[in-house]
């Protein structure tokens, strides 16, 4: 089972719809999630970071988590073409020594 | 911008060659930590270095290594070189190694191995 598993898509949505994106972690004790965009041929760019069950929300984005399922989303509403990329679900794990990262979820806005 | 530079940006190297890829962190940031990115895939953590010291290591063999020196610069280095060792090298760094804030990401070397 790998550690941090995300559908790798594509995922297409239309513009102005709500994209939703979904990780799933392994180690239940993992202690903070976070999502990062990453452009092709670019590095990866923090979006949002969560740490408590729930959701947060910053502008269009919003994470969500629950920690009894070991599951985290993002939700981005009034997607945009400049969405388009590739979400990357991130979990500090148990031990607080390291960031692992999932393969990606590709993301596609058609017009 | 992000504050953490890497050097050179791309590279092409023969099969057996070694390679040293740099780092330079924000000041203050005392980790970074090394990942790979293979076409398609999430990063893939290497190593991290701590203060100096090596702080855990993923499933890598030991031709990779790494250094971190006191003015927060670091060094991934790969021996004998593959061409499966073709990827995106990214380095991150932060303030602790598990850093509640996440981390903050160079815009990588793509090694490329022919």
């Known amino acids: 089972q790998k550690e941090v598993e995300q559908n790798s898509g594509p995922l297409s949505v239309p513009e102005g719809a709500i994209a939703s994106l979904n990780c799933t972690y392994s180690?239940?004790?993992?202690?903070?999630f976070f999502w990062y965009r990453q452009y092709s041929g670019k590095s990866p760019e923090l979006i949002m970071s969560?740490?408590?069950?729930g959701d947060k929300e910053d502008g269009r984005f919003t994470a969500q988590l629950n920690k009894a399922s070991q599951y985290v989303s993002l939700l981005i509403r009034d997607s945009q073409p400049s969405d388009s990329a590739t979400y990357l679900c991130?979990?500090?794990?148990?031990?607080?020594?390291?960031?692992?990262f999932g393969s990606g979820t590709r993301l596609s806005i058609r017009p | 911008e992000t504050g953490v530079t890497q050097s050179p940006t791309h590279l092409i190297k023969t099969r057996g060659q070694q390679v040293t890829l740099r780092c330079s962190s924000q000041?203050?940031?005392?980790?970074v930590s090394w990942y790979q990115q293979a076409l398609g895939q999430g990063p893939q953590f290497i190593f991290q270095?701590?203060?100096?010291?090596?702080?855990g290591r993923g499933n890598f063999p030991p031709r990779f290594s790494g250094l971190q020196f006191p003015n927060y610069s670091s060094e991934l280095n790969v021996n004998a070189l593959e061409l499966d060792d073709s990827a995106l090298y990214l380095c991150?760094?932060?303030?602790?190694?598990?850093?509640?804030?996440?981390?903050?990401f160079g815009s990588g070397t793509r090694l490329t191995v022919v």
């Open positions: 969560i740490y408590s069950n």
């Open positions: 270095y701590y203060r100096e010291e090596e702080n």
């Open positions: 180690d239940r004790g993992s202690q903070s």
């Open positions: 000041s203050g940031h005392n980790t």
């Open positions: 991130a979990v500090i794990n148990s031990s607080a020594s390291k960031i692992i």
């Open positions: 991150a760094s932060s303030v602790e190694p598990g850093d509640l804030y996440g981390y903050t």
